[in-house]
C-alpha cells in the first residue's frame, strides 16, 4: 500500500475540454455531480499525476496548469500509470475503483490537444469509478484510524443507505490499495492423499499462475508485495469433500478456483459433475478449443470432461490431473485469464 496526495480537484461541463480547478467536488455513484464525464459508465472519475505533468512539462517547455490535460483529480505520490485495473484508492467513505490506464488519443479533434499539442492523459492518464460517495474537497485527512476491510468484502453504498459527507481541508491523502487476487488450487486423488505418490499437478498449477503474475505485474505496482495469494489442498476423491472446498472458496470471493483431477470417463470421476451445478455461467469455448488443440496429436485428451465457469465472482477450471495436462491447459488458460477478470468484473479496458 501507499499514499497519495491530491494537490488540485477540477471539473468541467463539456467533455473534450480542459477543467478547471474547484475548491471541492461531490462524489456520487455516477462520479462527480456536475461534471461532464459524470455517469453509469467506467470512467467517471480520471486521475493524473504530477509526476505525469512534470514530465510533459519538460517536453512542452512551459508550465502545464492542473486541470489543462481534463484530469478531475491532480495527486502527488505515485506514477499512477503504473497502477492496474481493479485498483482502488480509499478515502474516507468512499473509495475509487481503477478501471482504466490510459485512453485513446483523438488528436487535432480534440482541444486539448489543439492547446497543448499533446497529451499524456492517453498513455499516463488513468480512470475509476466511484465506490460509496463523499465530498472530496483540496484538503488533508488524517489517519482515520481503523483497519480498512478486505477489497472483497466491500460493498457499494446503496440507495438506501446514507453516504457520510467530510469537508477536508489542504493536503488530503487517499491510500492505495493494489488488487490482491487469491486462488485455491485443489488435488483429488486417493493415491497422493494417501501418501502412494507425491502431488505434482497442484503444485505446478500454482507454479504457474505466479509466474504469470509475476510478468503481469511487471507493469503494475508491484515492489511492495505479490498481487497473488495461492493456497493448495489436497482431497481424496470424494465428491462431498471437494463440493465443500468449492463453496466456501465461493463464499469467500476467491478469484480463481483450480480443480486437478477426475475430469476423465472412469468409477471415481466425478468432478466436472460436481462442479457444473455450482455455476452461474458457463465458458465451454476454452475447454472445447483445449480438448480439440491437444487431442488432434493425442486422441486420449479428446476424453477429459473438463469445464470451466463462473461461479459468484470466482472463475472455476476443472483440469485432468497429469502434470502434462496441466501445462497444456494452463498454457491457453493464462492467454485470457485477465480478460476473462476485467469481463467479470463489469470493465471495458480488456
Known sequence: MGEVKILSVNTS???GTAKQPVTSITLTMNGIEGDAHSGPWNRQVSLLGIESIRKFEQEAGRQINVGEF????????????????LDRFVGDGFELEVTQIGKECHGTSCSI?????????PKEGIFARVIGSSQL????????????????????????????????????????????FSSRIITLSDRAFQGEYEDKSGPRIKELLE???????AT??????????????LLPDDPELLRKEITESITAGVDFIFTTGGTGIGP??????VVKPMLDKKIPGIMEMIRTKYGAEKHQALLSRGIAGVAGTSLI??????????????????KSLMHMVYMLHGLDSH
Open 211 to 217: 509466474a504469470h503474475f509475476s510478468r503481469h505485474e
Open 13 to 15: 461541463t463539456k467533455k
Open 317 to 334: 477450471f476443472t483440469l485432468p490431473g497429469s502434470v502434462r495436462a496441466v501445462n497444456e491447459y494452463m498454457a491457453e488458460i493464462l
Open 137 to 180: 474537497a483540496v484538503g488533508s485527512l488524517p489517519d482515520p484510524g481503523f483497519p480498512i476491510p478486505e477489497q472483497e468484502n466491500r460493498q457499494p453504498t446503496t440507495d438506501n443507505q446514507q453516504p457520510t459527507t467530510h469537508n477536508l481541508k489542504p493536503g488530503t491523502t487517499l491510500i492505495y490499495q493494489p488488487k490482491i
Open 220 to 233: 503494475g505496482m508491484s515492489h511492495e508485495a505479490s498481487r497473488l495469494t495461492s493456497h493448495v489442498t
Open 113 to 121: 490537444f489543439k492547446e497543448v499539442g499533446n497529451c499524456v492523459m
Open 70 to 85: 481534463a484530469e478531475n483529480i491532480t495527486t502527488e505520490g505515485l506514477e499512477l500509470w503504473k497502477c492496474l485495473p
Open 268 to 273: 471415481r470421476d466425478f468432478t466436472p459433475d
